[in-house]
């Protein structure tokens, strides 16, 4: 763990070490791991908004599976999405 990643752990010293750990493994995830930098792709605006405006411009986007792959192919840190579609993909 680098010394960026360090700091930023350190503004969560009150959190219990399993949230410390998690945020952790976000920091040294994706490309950007261990740059103190994240990126997440916000699946779940796409169903706040509408999923027929936001997906049906590209129909492979109503598979869940897709956007699991499109974050984890473009080096995320992380993916938020509703649950139904985490335990779908």
């Not at 598979?63 to 985490?86: I, K, M, T, V």
Request: with cysteine; aromatic share 8%; hydrophobic share 40%.
């Amino acid at each position: 763990m680098n010394d960026r990643v360090r700091e930023i752990l350190s503004w969560y010293s009150s959190e219990n070490p399993g949230v410390r750990t998690n945020i952790a493994r976000l920091l040294n995830h994706g490309r950007l791991g261990g740059t103190g930098k994240l990126v997440i792709l916000p699946v779940d605006q796409g169903f706040e908004h509408g999923p027929a405006r936001s997906f049906a411009p590209n129909p492979a986007a109503y598979d869940p599976r897709y956007h699991f792959q499109l974050a984890l192919e473009a080096g995320c840190n992380a993916y938020a999405a509703p649950l139904g579609s985490l335990e779908a993909a």
